[in-house]
C-alpha cells in the first residue's frame, strides 16, 4: 500500500529544515516519512539531496529522492552504506539548500522563457548549471542575444512568482494555461497547482508540481548558451546562469 507524504515544500519550498517520522523503510532501503521538505524528482526537476539526522546525532546521508507508487509517497534514497532508521524514528531533516536554491532560479528561469518563446513546449529538464527547454517551434529566426534580452528584460523587472490552486474545471475551462504539447498535469485531485509570474499572474500562468524561486528578480543573471535543431520544428534552448560570453 502507498503511503502519503505530507509535501512541506509545496507550501514554502524556502524551508530548509524540519522533523519528521519514519514511516517505512522499502525493501530497496528507501526510507518514507510522514512528511518532508525534499522535493522528488518530477517534471523535469531533479530531486533533493540533503541529511536525516537521528536523536544520537549521526546522520543519514540521501543521495536521491523519488516518487513512489504514488505522486503523494515520496521516498528519500540513501546514498551507499548508511544506516537504516526504524520505523517510528523521529528525524532531523536538511535539504542541501545551495543546490536546492539553484534549481528554483532555474525552474523559474524555464518559466520565462516560455514567456519569450510562447510555442509549445516538447520537453525540458532542469540542473543547477544548463537546463533546457525544447519547443515545437519553426525556425523563426531566433537569436541567443534577443531571447536573452528578453529573459534579462523580465528579470530585471522583478515579479512576483506565486502559487494559485484552481480546480479541474477551472482548467477545462481555460486549456490555454497548459503550455506542454505532451503532458497533462494530474487530473482528479480537485486543485490543480498553478505558478503564476507577475501581479495577478499578468506575465505568466501554468500548472507546475516544481520549486521556484519568490520573484524573477532572485533568478539573477541568465543567458541563453545555446539554441539546438532537434527536428524540422523542435528546438532546444540551453539556459545557463551568468552573462553571455563574449564571442
Known amino acids: 500500500m502507498a503511503h502519503r507524504t505530507e509535501a512541506l515544500f509545496r507550501d514554502d519550498a524556502y524551508v530548509r529544515a524540519a522533523d ?54 515520496i521516498i528519500h534514497v540513501p546514498a551507499p552504506e548508511q544506516p537504516a532508521p526504524e520505523v517510528g524514528e523521529r528525524v532531523k531533516l536538511a535539504i542541501d539548500w545551495e543546490r536546492r536554491h539553484l534549481l528554483m532560479r532555474m525552474h523559474a528561469a524555464c518559466h520565462l522563457l516560455t514567456v519569450v518563446c510562447p510555442f509549445p513546449i516538447t520537453g525540458a529538464a532542469v540542473s543547477e548549471d544548463d537546463s533546457r527547454v525544447d519547443f515545437d517551434a519553426p525556425d523563426a529566426g531566433f537569436t541567443r542575444e534577443d531571447v536573452t534580452a528578453g529573459l534579462m528584460e523580465l528579470v530585471r523587472a522583478d515579479h512576483p512568482i506565486f502559487v494559485r490552486l484552481i480546480t479541474d474545471e477551472e482548467l477545462a475551462a481555460n486549456p490555454g494555461l497548459v503550455k506542454s504539447k505532451n503532458v497533462r498535469p494530474p487530473a482528479g485531485t480537485g486543485k490543480i497547482r498553478l505558478v503564476c509570474i507577475g501581479d495577478n499572474a499578468s506575465i505568466d500562468s501554468q500548472p507546475c508540481g516544481g520549486t521556484h524561486v519568490k520573484s524573477t528578480g532572485e533568478v539573477g543573471e541568465i543567458h541563453i548558451g545555446k539554441i539546438e535543431k532537434k527536428g524540422r520544428e523542435n528546438r532546444r534552448f540551453r539556459i545557463r546562469f551568468g552573462p553571455m560570453p563574449v564571442a
Not at 36 to 65: H, M, N, V, W
Request: net charge negative.
Open 20 to 73: 519528521a517520522t519514519v514511516v517505512a523503510i522499502n525493501e530497496r532501503g528507501g526510507i518514507i516519512l510522514d512528511r518532508t521538505i525534499f522535493y522528488a524528482t518530477s517534471g523535469g526537476q531533479p530531486g533533493d539531496t540533503g541529511t536525516l539526522e537521528r536523536a544520537d546525532g549521526s546522520r543519514i546521508a540521501i543521495a536521491a529522492t523519488i516518487t513512489g507508487e504514488t505522486k503523494d509517497e
